[in-house]
């Protein structure tokens, strides 16, 4: 990514710019393939400062970046883990394959969410909130299992506080989008 285009994209989301003057100086960026592009080079090359920015750049069908999602999410050199996580309670929550990703990311938490408890439960909390927000029952077998298996109480807590949930509430997406 170029100064200008990292400038651009300042300009833009700075709002001294509109999303139109956005295309018309960058029109590749209305092609969400070629930011799909952007994405797996970026992840190729770890380069944390262009993910930045990256995500910064609109983006019209989120549900096309799901895999690009799901390799960010277990990568240890960025710091978009948080919003990604919501990503997958938000947008990605109709895909049963994304409970054993979600797991895995309570297993590999990236150094920099671990510095401070709260920042690492919070995190945790967030990925214990997307497996609830997959497909049932899956997604209750899942935590379920997290909470009789982890030795750490406070996930415990969590995954039952959830599953409680869950199980009264149903699916979140159902009563939100009706």
């Given at each position: 990514m170029t100064e200008s285009e990292k400038n651009i994209i300042l300009d833009f989301v700075s709002s001294k710019i509109p999303l139109d003057d956005f295309y018309q100086k960058m029109p590749q960026y209305k092609n969400e393939d070629y930011i799909i592009k952007n994405y797996n080079e970026i992840i190729s090359n770890r380069d944390c400062d262009a993910l930045c920015y990256l995500r910064l750049v609109p983006i019209r069908n989120i549900k096309s970046f799901e895999n690009v999602y799901k390799k960010l999410?277990?990568?240890d050199w960025h710091i978009e883990h948080e919003d990604i996580v919501g990503s997958f309670q938000w947008h990605f929550n109709k895909n049963v394959a994304n409970i054993s990703l979600l797991l895995e990311a309570l297993i590999?938490?990236?150094?920099?969410?671990?510095?401070?408890?709260?920042?690492?439960?919070?995190?945790?909390?967030?990925?214990?909130?997307?497996?609830g927000a997959q497909p049932q029952p899956e997604s209750l077998s899942a935590l379920e299992k997290l909470a009789a298996e982890t030795s750490d109480e406070k996930i415990k807590e969590l995954a039952l506080h959830q599953l409680e949930k869950r199980k009264r509430l149903g699916r979140w997406e159902q009563k939100t989008n009706k």
């Open positions: 999410l277990l990568e590999k938490i990236p150094k920099y969410l671990q510095e401070d408890v709260v920042t690492k439960y919070s995190y945790i909390k967030k990925i214990i909130y997307a497996i």
